[in-house]
């Protein structure tokens, strides 16, 4: 009876012992296939040197294209327009002074790059003749360049007063020379003072120096705030020397 127990035990011990191989033996398996963790049909990174793709449209880096910048001139000039009415920063002109100045005198012009124009028969030209009067930038008429105008001057003095003004060239114009230059001219300026508002002031209240506060001349405005006018002897003077416009704006500018 004791032989027939041990012997169900050790068939029992053997039985045990099966299971925990087998199940040692499924662990195994499981470890020696790795779970890649990664979509079917890409790669892992692990034990392969390959970095893991990210995706199948993954974007490759591309290399940086350096954004074109155009020449500034390129905004004065129009496009595919007549090649003798360019403004003179879109060509390149060999201009000389071996002309009769006040004539006509024609000079070979070659388009800076990027501008386009044509002749009369709408073809495209890179070289052309313009026709212009020989003269420099300095001489040409009032009408064809702008200067700055002074406001540090006085307009109302005699002899006038002149300023050294910085003047420029109109774009549509052509020249010889700088198109920057320096003029003498008159000082020539208005502060928005109205000669009919001074002498009507003048007129009417010119008692009380109404005229010459509007003018600016305080100074002047009291004293004949507090004199009546000299008596009415100041007035009648300021009335005749405003109308001839002797008395100006106190700033220096002229009357609108």
Known sequence: MAAKKLLLMVMAAKKLLLMVMAAAAALGAGSESPSTGAPDGLLH?????????????????????APTTLPPYLARCPSAGPCN???????????????????EASFNCTVKPGVQCTDENKIEQKTFWISMVCQFCWQMPPTLYQCKES???????CPREYFISNCTALEHVHCLGNRTFQKKMYCN???GYKWSTALALSITLGGFGADRFYLGQWKEGLGKLFSFGG???WTLIDVLLIGIGYVGPADGSLYI
């Not at 009415?85 to 004539?103: E, I, M, Q, T």
């Not at 406001?151 to 003095?157: A, H, I, S, Y």
């Open 45 to 65: 990174s692990r034990g392969t040197g390959i970095p893991a793709a990210v995706g199948l449209d993954s974007t490759r880096a591309q290399p940086e294209v």
């Open 85 to 103: 009415r360019l403004p003179p920063d879109c060509v390149d002109c060999s201009l000389h002074s071996n002309c009769v100045y006040g004539k």
């Open 151 to 157: 406001t540090k001057c006085k307009t109302v003095r």
């Open 189 to 191: 300026w208005t502060g």
């Open 231 to 233: 008596l009415g002897i």
